[in-house]
Nanobody, 117 residues
Framework: QVQLVESGGGLVQPGGSLRLSCVGSGISFRIYTMSWYRQAPGKQRELVAARTSGGTTNYVDSVKGRFTISRDSAKNTVTLQMNSLKPEDTAVYYC???????????WGQGTQVTVSS
């Protein structure tokens, strides 16, 4: 059974930092594109950052230069380092693993990030 478990969310002041982690079991991250999505209240879920098995990364424009996605395939872990956080970064953040086949699309349960003074 595939399971993705996120951690590291919380409450932080504007300008602060958080580091989200996602640990997987039941799959090997090595062959998956690993991504972080977020969903704010009343908004659609959006892709924040992704890292392919080949190492290619992409970010939504609003987080470029502030967020960094990294992965440790040996540990089946993907992290999202978030710096210079803004109130508009407030959302539930989800870890996603996507493989080659449509059935290979897995989600974590989400972790809340709140940026507020």
């Amino acid at each position: 059974q595939v399971q993705l478990v996120e951690s590291g969310g919380g409450l932080v002041q504007p300008g602060g930092s958080l580091r989200l982690s996602c640990v997987g079991s039941g799959i090997s991250f090595r062959i998956y594109t690993m991504s972080w999505y977020r969903q704010a209240p009343g908004k659609q879920r959006e892709l924040v950052a992704a890292r392919t098995s080949g190492g290619t990364t992409n970010y939504v424009d609003s987080v470029k230069g502030r967020f960094t996605i990294s992965r440790d395939s040996a540990k089946n872990t993907v992290t999202l380092q978030m710096n210079s956080l803004k109130p508009e970064d407030t959302a539930v953040y989800y870890c996603n693993a996507k493989g080659v086949f449509p059935s290979q699309n897995y989600w974590g349960q989400g972790t809340q990030v709140t940026v507020s003074s």
